[in-house]
T-cell receptor, first 116, second 113 residues
Framework: DTGVSQDPRHKITKRGQNVTFRCDPI?????LYWYRQTLGQGPEFLTY????????KSRLLSDRFSAERPKGSFSTLEIQRTEQGDSAMYLC??????????????FGPGTRLLVL | AQTVTQSQPEMSVQEAETVTLSCTYD???????LFWYKQPPSRQMILVIR??????QNATENRFSVNFQKAAKSFSLKISDSQLGDAAMYFC??????????FGEGTQLTVNP
């Protein structure tokens, strides 16, 4: 059973550049979540998808952030015109809506972003 | 809004001893889930244990068990026979049905040999 994977694992970029992260969920999971985690803090919710529909976005997700999940499979998170405050770990999680383990989110290894 | 509070930023335990990590939460929902996740340094967030609010029985997973007090909105994690590999940041998390996870601030657990 393959877990949640994320690519890249690390990204260093200069302020003002655009970056894109990818998340591949566990294959049968219909929900996919994005979180952001800064050092020493718990993850904060950004957005989530059920299949290909984006159902909720946090107010943390400014206009510079966009997420997609085409065909309900993998998802991408893009940050445009990066700022130093965007430096964080970006975590992806997936879950199955129903069943005995429903509502349990399984996390990927994260993408650590550093904006110089 | 739901909130999760972990009042112990750091805890330590001797190897083979027992430690309890505290968590309280605030919600007006009746249908929800509670989780403990473990995050070792520079490593992946791993599910430790989960509890459905409608279940009165406390969840257990091997050396890990919870004390779920619904009326008090308390959800503590007990780790028995602590091992060096248990050292990590532990996060308590709340989830209403069909919604996002809300995490606490975390408790850094050190296991002393």
């Amino acid at each position: 059973d393959t877990g949640v994977s994320q690519d890249p694992r690390h990204k260093i970029t200069k302020r003002g550049q655009n970056v894109t992260f990818r998340c591949d969920p566990i294959s049968e999971h219909n929900r996919l979540y994005w979180y952001r985690q800064t050092l020493g803090q718990g993850p904060e919710f950004l957005t989530y998808f059920q299949n290909e529909a984006q159902l909720e976005k946090s107010r943390l997700l400014s206009d510079r952030f966009s997420a997609e999940r085409p065909k309900g499979s993998f998802s991408t998170l893009e940050i445009q015109r990066t700022e130093q405050g965007d430096s964080a770990m970006y975590l992806c999680a997936s879950s199955l809506e129903m069943g005995p383990k429903g509502e349990t989110q399984y996390f990927g290894p994260g993408t650590r972003l550093l904006v110089l | 809004a739901q909130t999760v509070t972990q009042s112990q930023p750091e805890m330590s335990v001797q190897e083979a001893e027992t430690v309890t990590l505290s968590c309280t939460y605030d919600t007006s929902e009746s249908d929800y889930y509670l989780f403990w996740y473990k995050q070792p340094p520079s490593r992946q967030m791993i599910l430790v244990i989960r509890q459905e609010a409608y279940k009165q029985q406390n969840a257990t997973e091997n050396r890990f068990s919870v004390n779920f007090q619904k009326a008090a909105k308390s959800f503590s994690l007990k780790i028995s026979d602590s091992q060096l590999g248990d050292a990590a940041m532990y996060f308590c998390a709340y989830k209403a049905s069909g919604s996002r996870l809300t995490f606490g601030e975390g408790t850094q657990l050190t296991v002393n040999p």
